[in-house]
């Protein structure tokens, strides 16, 4: 009994020093709620920047043109067959090499041109989801093409598409880990600054496991009730 009393108090203490050290010491805790913010300022930004390339990319390939076809077919594949984290060294070290924008802002329009395409096919699967018949109802009332998809269309997608759209938000939060490689701005780098202080990382890598994880759990249960209410919605 002694021995186990004496192994919790042992680990005790080195677990309240460890995260002492990883937020107290020096106001550390500041670099994990500076992190999160980046982190959460990328994400947003770069769903809502997602959300536009996506929806102009949906309706290229939904177009009868073969050219706006070509270039919305071309523009996913690319996205959707190269790795996140070289898309934004191509496009932080070539594109905007001689460019002296601010990494956030980098960050938001690589990871938004990398959303865009799986944007793009949420959206146009949304789109083929609604009943051919609404397009042939909003033809038949004398709207154009682009009338009846703005009016008629896209508004019933949308209710489709939303918990997907806020999934792809979920999972862009975790991909923007990969901004480490051109800056320490988000959480991996409040993390990162952390060890090469402490030169420990149970304790760092742990903390940020754990903000992930709440964050990201708060979000899948306000999409779960959600789906609930658009379910219900439905049932109406």
């Known amino acids: 009994m002694e021995a186990v009393s004496l192994w919790f108090s042992t680990h005790w203490q080195e677990a309240v020093e460890g995260l002492t050290a990883t937020f107290i010491t020096d106001g550390r805790w500041v670099w994990f709620v500076s992190g999160l913010k980046n982190t959460l300022i990328i994400s947003l930004f770069s769903v809502l920047l997602g959300l536009v390339l996506g929806l102009a990319v949906a309706l290229f390939r939904l177009s009868k043109s073969r050219i706006l076809k070509a270039v919305g077919s071309v523009y996913v594949d690319i996205i959707r067959c190269t790795p996140t984290m070289v898309q934004l060294l191509i496009i932080y070290f070539i594109i905007f090499a001689p460019v002296p924008i601010p990494k956030i802002v980098v960050g938001i329009i690589a990871f938004g041109i990398n959303s865009g395409a799986y944007i793009a096919e949420i959206v146009r699967g949304g789109i083929l989801s609604v009943n051919k018949g609404q397009t042939e109802a909003g033809r038949s009332l004398g709207l154009t093409t682009a009338q009846t998809m703005l009016f008629i269309i896209i508004p019933q997608a949308v209710k489709n598409i939303l918990p997907a759209l806020v999934n792809e938000f979920i ?66």
């Not at 923007?176 to 402490?198: E, F, H, P």
């Not at 760092?204 to 609930?228: C, D, H, M, N, Q």
């Open 171 to 236: 999972v862009l939060i975790k991909e923007t880990a990969v901004i480490g490689m051109i800056d320490n701005i988000d959480l991996v780098g409040a993390a990162k600054k952390v060890q090469s202080r402490t030169y420990d990382y149970f304790w760092p890598l742990i903390s940020i496991a754990l903000i992930y994880f709440i964050v990201i759990k708060t979000l899948s249960v306000l999409l779960g009730r959600l789906e609930a209410r658009l379910r219900q919605s439905d049932a109406r």
